[in-house]
Nanobody
Framework: QVQLVESGGDLVQPGVSLRLSCAAS????????MSWARQAPGKQRELVADIASGGSTNYADSVRGRFTISRDNTRRTVYLEMNSLKPEDTAVYYCNAKYTFPGRVTINYWGQGTQVTVSS
């Protein structure tokens, strides 16, 4: 059974740092690309950062330079280090696992999300 369990969300003040974790089970973690997406109230879900199985990373323009995604294949966990948080970072943050088979069929798994609220 595939599980992605996010943790680390909190209510914080602007400017502080926060680290999210996503613990994975039920699939071959090291083969999958992992990503973090977020959804603010009334807005569409947007990709925040992703990390390929080989370790290359991509970031949304809104978080580049402030957020860092990393993975630990031994612990089957992906992290999102968030620095200099802003009120506009407030959202539910979701963990995603994606694998594309040679025939280009893609499988996606999603976690349940963790709430991050940035407010003074």
């Amino acid at each position: 059974q595939v599980q992605l369990v996010e943790s680390g969300g909190d209510l914080v003040q602007p400017g502080v740092s926060l680290r999210l974790s996503c613990a994975a089970s039920g699939f071959t973690f090291s083969d999958y690309s992992m990503s973090w997406a977020r959804q603010a109230p009334g807005k569409q879900r947007e990709l925040v950062a992703d990390i390929a199985s080989g370790g290359s990373t991509n970031y949304a323009d809104s978080v580049r330079g402030r957020f860092t995604i990393s993975r630990d294949n031994t612990r089957r966990t992906v992290y999102l280090e968030m620095n200099s948080l802003k009120p506009e970072d407030t959202a539910v943050y979701y963990c995603n696992a994606k694998y594309t088979f040679p025939g280009r069929v893609t499988i996606n798994y999603w976690g349940q999300g963790t709430q991050v609220t940035v407010s003074s």
